[in-house]
C-alpha cells in the first residue's frame, strides 16, 4: 500500500536565528507498483511559488535540499512521463537538526491519448492505491466521472485551483464519490491548507474504512496540525489494518518523538529499518533521536552504517558531516 509522508514538524516557524543550524528536505521518489523510477527524474524544492534548488535523484529515487533556513517549502516534480506532483515540507526552527522526509509515488502518464480513453486514470491524490476509478464507472453519473476527470486533467497541468474546482463539483454531484475526496485532500496538502485537508480525508476514511493509507494520511494531516492525539488514533487505526508497514513505523515512531516517548520512537523506527532496510528515512530519524538524547556514541555507529549501505545517496554528505561533527567533538572531550 502506497502512502506519501509529508512533512512532521509544526509549528512553522518563519526565520532562521543566528547561529541555527540548517535543515534539510530528504525524500525518496517511486512509481506506483514499479518500484524505483529507472531513469534519473528531476525534482525541484519551490519557495514562495519559485524554483530554488532542484536536484535528479540517484538510482533507488533518494533525492536531499540541503542547508535550509527554516520556512515553509514545497517539493515539486513535473517530469514528462508521469504526473505533475506536490509535497509541502515545512522546516521548523527549534529542531537540533530538522529534517524533513517525504515519500513521493509517481504515477505514470499514459502513452498516448487513445489508451487514455481505453484506460481510465488512477487516482492521482496522496494515496494512489485508494482506487481504480474504473470501478465507479457502473456505480456513478457520467457528469461525476466528467468532474473527476477533469480535476485529473487540471493535476497533471499543475492547475491546483482548477483541479479542486472539478473535483469539488464532483463530490457537490456524488457525495460518496470517495476517489475526488482523496484528490482534493492531496491537492489541499500541497497548498498547506490543511484544515480542508483533513475534512477530506476524514470522509475517504467514512468512505473507504479498509484502506490502511487513508488512514496513514489522515493521522499525517493531524500531525501537521498539531492534532497528536486525533494523529495517534488515525495512525493506530492504520497500524492495525497493516501492522507490517514500514512506513506506518516510521510516522509511528515520528509521532512518539513529538509526545516525548523516546524509548518507543526509538523501537518503532527500528522496526521500519527491519522492515525495510533501504528506507533512508528512518535511519536518520534515528540519528537525529540519538543526537537528541546526548547518544552521540550510537549515532556514531547509526551514521557509519548509513554511509556504507549509501554511498552515493544524496544525503551521505550531510550524514558525513554531522559524523565528523560528533567525532570531533568526542575527540576534545577525551581527557589528556
Not at 219 to 226: A, D, K, P, R, Y
Not at 311 to 328: C, V
Amino acid at each position: 500500500m502506497s502512502f506519501v509522508v509529508a512533512h512532521l514538524s509544526l509549528p512553522v516557524q518563519i526565520s532562521a536565528q543566528q547561529g541555527q543550524v540548517l535543515g534539510s528536505v530528504i525524500g525518496r521518489v517511486m512509481v506506483v507498483r514499479s518500484g524505483a523510477p529507472s531513469q534519473r527524474v528531476l525534482v525541484s524544492l519551490m519557495f514562495r511559488g519559485s524554483a530554488i534548488e532542484s536536484v535528479y535523484t540517484d538510482s533507488q529515487g533518494t533525492f536531499g535540499f540541503h542547508n535550509l533556513q527554516p520556512n515553509p517549502y514545497t517539493v515539486s516534480i513535473d517530469d514528462e512521463h508521469y504526473l505533475p506532483i506536490e509535497q509541502s515540507a515545512i522546516i521548523e526552527a527549534n529542531n537540533l537538526a530538522p529534517m524533513i522526509f517525504l515519500n513521493i509515488n509517481l504515477v505514470p502518464k499514459p502513452a498516448d491519448p487513445h489508451a487514455a480513453a481505453q484506460k481510465q486514470p488512477r487516482v492521482t491524490g496522496a494515496n494512489p492505491d485508494i482506487a481504480d476509478v474504473r470501478e465507479f464507472s457502473a456505480n456513478f453519473s457520467k457528469s461525476v466521472l466528467k468532474e473527476f476527470h477533469k480535476g485529473v486533467a487540471a493535476d497533471q497541468d499543475g492547475n491546483k485551483e482548477d483541479a479542486i474546482r472539478h473535483y469539488a463539483k464532483a463530490v457537490q454531484i456524488a457525495p460518496n464519490f470517495y476517489p475526488a475526496h482523496n484528490n482534493l485532500g492531496s491537492d489541499y496538502v500541497s497548498k498547506s491548507d490543511f484544515a480542508d485537508a483533513r475534512k477530506e480525508f476524514e470522509q475517504v476514511v467514512r468512505l473507504n474504512q479498509s484502506d490502511a493509507a487513508a488512514y496513514f494520511n489522515l493521522s499525517n494531516v493531524c500531525m501537521l496540525t498539531g492534532q497528536l492525539a486525533d494523529a495517534q488514533q488515525y495512525l493506530g487505526e492504520g497500524m492495525r489494518r497493516q501492522p507490517d508497514s514500514a512506513l506506518g513505523h516510521f510516522l509511528l515512531g515520528s509521532l512518539d518523538i513529538r509526545t516525548g516517548k523516546y524509548d518507543l520512537a526509538e523501537a518503532a523506527l527500528r522496526q521500519a529499518i527491519q522492515l525495510d532496510p533501504v528506507m533512508a528515512q528512518a535511519r536518520l530519524q534515528l540519528v537525529n533521536l540519538l543526537v537528541q538524547r546526548g547518544r552521540n556514541t550510537d549515532a556514531v555507529a547509526q551514521l557509519h552504517d548509513f554511509v556504507s549501505a549509501f554511498p552515493d545517496s544524496p544525503f551521505t554528505p550531510r550524514a558525513r558531516a554531522l559524523l565528523h561533527r560528533l567525532e570531533s567533538s568526542a575527540k576534545t572531550q577525551v581527557p589528556n
